[in-house]
């Protein structure tokens, strides 16, 4: 993957500043010290030649051995290539410079220019000006290095989303046969005792399916439709409730412009109309969903706990642990998720924040 287009105008912006501070150095030191014409020429043309040199040796790393040797973990090639490209450059600009721009005199120092200067090689300023270039090729490395290191967590983030994206679309295609499957069942169980009952409920399952089908594919809808769907869900699973069950709802009837997953809240509603129901004992559902601190959205689902066994606990857990997925691919750090299991109550609540 390549950076982006914003990412790589930054970096030429930052090159090209960089550079160009430099090449203007020449001029100003050049300046500051004084001397004639002559002088400030050949003083500003040797030191914009090492800053050529510089460049030199900073895009041949940067464009071709770092990428070709060090990259390709060819180390012992990566130094010899830049022990030798270094030597090259700082021997052919210590020629040039002795041969057509030699040291301009000093009268109040005592030193005089030679009338036709030859060139001459001088181990010190030699060496000098290649550990100077060590320096520039390591500057490149490090730069290389950052650079290589931000494309491969751009890379892994574009994964990582992509991946997300994936997961959370396989989320949702279990999540409506799993849906269907408990209502479906529910209806089926309703026909033997109450046709009539079971055929409103066909209607009311109908528009359910519809919301599913033009809201659920949406990445965030209102609150109030999804509000709206968890009463129509709970309507529809009254009609075949015993009277030993205390059905209790506190779902908020405001239009608060607050945007939601779709789908979340239900898991919690089937696994309690599922698993919080007896026929013979007691039983207790309770099912809040609330706004609080203007943005925070709370749903709590308390019910007295039956576990199905057997035959009847076909894909338990399926719901819950898909819904677990979803929170944190949906709202990563944004989200609290808790569920227990105490004194025959279980009780599970989502704070979206």
Known sequence: MHLSLNFRFKEFSVHLLVWGSLVLIPFAFSYLQGGGEREHTIRTIRLLTIQVEYMIIFYLNYALLINRYLFGKKIAKFMLANLLAIAAVRLIVFIW????????PYPERGIAAPLAPAPSFRLQPFIIGALSQVMVAGTSVAIKVTTRWYEVQAKMAALKKEKAAVELQQLKSQLNPHFLFNSLNNIYALIAFNPRSAQLAVH???DMLRYQLYEASKERISLRKEVEFV???????????PKN?????????????????????ITLVENAFKHGVSAAKPSRISISIAVEEGRSVVCTVRNTSFPKTGKGASGSGIGLENLCKRLELIYPNRHYWTAKNEKGEFMAQIRIC
């Open 231 to 241: 009463r129509d869900y709970c309507n529809l699973m009254k009609l075949r409730l």
């Open 97 to 104: 410079h002795d041969t057509f721009f030699p040291f301009p």
């Open 245 to 265: 069950v205390k059905l209790t709802l506190a779902l908020p009837e405001s239009d608060e412009d607050i945007a939601i997953a779709p789908m979340l809240f």
């Open 204 to 206: 009311n399952l109908s």
